[in-house]
């Protein structure tokens, strides 16, 4: 019998692969058989994580786009339809964080965040799901934060965003059931990667995260991986619009 979590003959575009969660998120659809696309702002970066991911066993290939530029997005899907690519399985992983009071906060920087981490999703998931409706199934996993259920000081622009990916993800389920298509989304709690860098060398504040989550400790990216897979897979083709925490028990005592 196969599992229900192979992912053999599939293909997995993964925004803001080049490292962090994204990067171990491409890792885990790779090891379920799924042939990967990663991507990434900076092509330096990309070539290299392509290159570990080969090296590794992997079929992996680079697509470099700002998933801000919606010529660039609609510019790389055609790319792909030119190959005869066609992407089962998108995570709209791609995001960054800003930190400031929003008394400070300059409107660029508030439509920096949004462009970022939630327009993207749109545009990118509608390129996508324009092609999986033609095939009749696919894949769109959205990656929110406990921000998309809670708020935070400091980081207005973020908890907007991560807040209407949980909306979005539903808004994508509603819309796309009918297609074939499922929508869900991670959100991931305090993860150690280059975004909480600064945080994780404070002490105060990794002293807040080791007690205020359950499991004492912050996550490591690898620990998103099952996660992905399950949604990615067959396992999950009657879940749709749900938003699944990965987050160490955080979110439930907050
Ligand atoms: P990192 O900063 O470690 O990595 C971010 C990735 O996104 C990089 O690959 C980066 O590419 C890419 N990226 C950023 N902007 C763009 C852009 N405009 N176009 C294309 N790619 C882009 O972040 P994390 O891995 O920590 O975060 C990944 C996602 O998870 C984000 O959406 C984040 O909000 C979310 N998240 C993270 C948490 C955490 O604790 N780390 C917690 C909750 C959610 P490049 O290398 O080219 O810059």
């Given at each position: 019998m196969t599992s229900p979590f192979d992912l053999s003959g599939r293909t997995a575009l993964v925004t803001g692969s080049s490292r962090?969660?994204?990067r171990a998120m491409a890792e885990g659809l790779a090891a379920a058989g799924a042939s990967i696309i990663l991507n990434g702002a900076d092509a330096g970066r990309l070539t290299e994580a392509v290159a570990a991911m080969t090296a590794a066993g992997h079929t992996a290939r680079g697509l470099n786009f700002d998933v801000t530029d919606e010529q660039a997005v609609v510019a790389a899907f055609a790319a792909l339809d030119a190959e005869g690519i066609a992407v089962d399985i998108l995570v709209n992983n791609a995001g960054i964080q800003f930190r400031k009071p929003m008394l400070e906060l300059e409107t660029a920087d508030w439509r920096r965040v949004l462009d970022t981490n939630l327009t993207s999703a749109f545009v990118?998931?509608?390129?996508?799901?324009r092609r999986m409706a033609k095939r009749g199934h696919g894949k769109v996993i959205n990656i929110g934060s406990l921000t998309s259920e809670l708020a935070r000081a400091t980081v207005a622009p973020y908890t907007v965003a991560k807040g209407g990916i949980k909306m979005l993800t539903k808004a994508?389920?509603?819309?796309?059931?009918?297609?074939?298509?499922?929508?869900?989304?991670?959100g991931p709690g305090y993860m150690i990667t280059d975004m909480n860098q600064a945080l994780i060398e404070n002490p105060a504040f990794d002293a807040w995260v080791k007690g205020r989550t359950p499991a004492r400790r912050w996550g490591r990216p690898d620990e998103l991986a099952g996660t992905c897979v399950y949604l990615a897979s067959s396992a999950a083709d009657y879940v749709s619009g749900q938003i699944i925490y990965v987050d160490g028990g955080m979110i439930s005592v907050l």
């Amino acid at each position: 019998m196969t599992s229900p979590f192979d992912l053999s003959g599939r293909t997995a575009l993964v925004t803001g692969s080049s490292r962090g969660l994204g990067r171990a998120m491409a890792e885990g659809l790779a090891a379920a058989g799924a042939s990967i696309i990663l991507n990434g702002a900076d092509a330096g970066r990309l070539t290299e994580a392509v290159a570990a991911m080969t090296a590794a066993g992997h079929t992996a290939r680079g697509l470099n786009f700002d998933v801000t530029d919606e010529q660039a997005v609609v510019a790389a899907f055609a790319a792909l339809d030119a190959e005869g690519i066609a992407v089962d399985i998108l995570v709209n992983n791609a995001g960054i964080q800003f930190r400031k009071p929003m008394l400070e906060l300059e409107t660029a920087d508030w439509r920096r965040v949004l462009d970022t981490n939630l327009t993207s999703a749109f545009v990118v998931g509608r390129e996508a799901a324009r092609r999986m409706a033609k095939r009749g199934h696919g894949k769109v996993i959205n990656i929110g934060s406990l921000t998309s259920e809670l708020a935070r000081a400091t980081v207005a622009p973020y908890t907007v965003a991560k807040g209407g990916i949980k909306m979005l993800t539903k808004a994508m389920a509603a819309e796309w059931g009918e297609l074939g298509i499922q929508a869900n989304a991670i959100g991931p709690g305090y993860m150690i990667t280059d975004m909480n860098q600064a945080l994780i060398e404070n002490p105060a504040f990794d002293a807040w995260v080791k007690g205020r989550t359950p499991a004492r400790r912050w996550g490591r990216p690898d620990e998103l991986a099952g996660t992905c897979v399950y949604l990615a897979s067959s396992a999950a083709d009657y879940v749709s619009g749900q938003i699944i925490y990965v987050d160490g028990g955080m979110i439930s005592v907050l």
